[in-house]
């Protein structure tokens, strides 16, 4: 099985809201990942988590906010968030980050759309 | 730092035409690289890969091969069909960038019948 789950698949929010997005994958993997792709662009990394610790942050706004419960789940938590900031959010997972041979798995994405 | 180079799209082809997407990439390293599919709304998945000079990935009639001397990584395939329209994105993963992936811009194709 190398499925990573993503929920919602869709979500509308104004930029007063707060919300999160849920990442899920049992694969036993250490390293999860999130990703924010516009239109017509590559993936651009935000965060990435290494057992269960935050790795990289990648100057993303403090309006992200990543949480890793355990190493099954990964959390995206949303507030105050620009219009701008509407994209689809991806989230993947590899065996580690100690092998560049590793595949990452992504998720069929949440496509946020900011009002 | 590392990089990848992708030819530009979007590639417009007929059913059962040849198929190359260029990609060339630079890195500090011994880097593995990919190819990822993007279909119409949805997440990327992993269509090949290499992980040392010479290799040669291959998946569902689609190669491409590990040129170090060129720095390359050509994807190919023999005969396209209408289902293989999609985004590509080329990657590499390099230890010397902790092994983050970087994509190339990504090209397009749309295959008509």
């Known amino acids: 099985d190398t499925e990573v789950t993503q929920t919602p698949k869709h979500l509308v929010m104004g930029m007063t809201n707060k919300k999160s997005l849920k990442c899920e994958q049992h694969?036993?993997?250490?390293?999860m990942y999130w990703y924010k792709q516009k239109a017509k662009k590559p993936p651009e990394l935000m965060f990435v988590?290494?057992?269960?610790?935050?790795?990289i942050n990648e100057s993303v706004p403090s309006r992200f906010s990543p949480e890793c419960p355990n190493s099954s789940l990964l959390n995206l938590h949303l507030h105050a968030l620009q219009p701008e900031d509407s994209a689809l959010y991806l989230c993947?997972?590899?065996?580690?980050?100690?092998?560049?041979?590793?595949?990452?798995?992504f998720g069929p994405g949440t496509r946020l759309t900011v009002l | 730092g590392d990089s990848v180079t992708q030819m530009e799209g979007p590639v417009t082809l007929s059913e059962e035409a040849f198929l190359t997407i260029n990609c060339t990439y630079t890195?500090?390293?011994?880097?593995?690289l990919f190819w990822y599919v993007q279909y119409p709304g949805e997440g990327l998945q992993l269509l090949l890969k290499?992980?040392?000079?010479?290799d040669k990935g291959s998946n569902k009639g689609f190669e491409a091969t590990y040129r170090k001397e060129t720095t390359s990584f050509h994807l190919e395939k023999g005969s396209v069909q209408v289902s293989d329209s999609a985004v590509y994105f080329c990657?590499?993963?390099?230890?010397?960038?902790?092994?983050?992936?970087?994509f190339g811009a990504g090209t397009r194709l749309t295959v008509k019948p």
């Open positions: 290499a992980t040392k000079a010479d």
């Open positions: 990657a590499l993963s390099d230890g010397y960038n902790n092994n983050d992936m970087r």
């Open positions: 694969m036993g993997h250490r390293a």
């Open positions: 890195a500090t390293g011994y880097p593995s």
């Open positions: 988590y290494s057992y269960e610790k935050l790795s």
């Open positions: 993947a997972s590899s065996q580690n980050r100690e092998s560049s041979t590793d595949t990452q798995y």
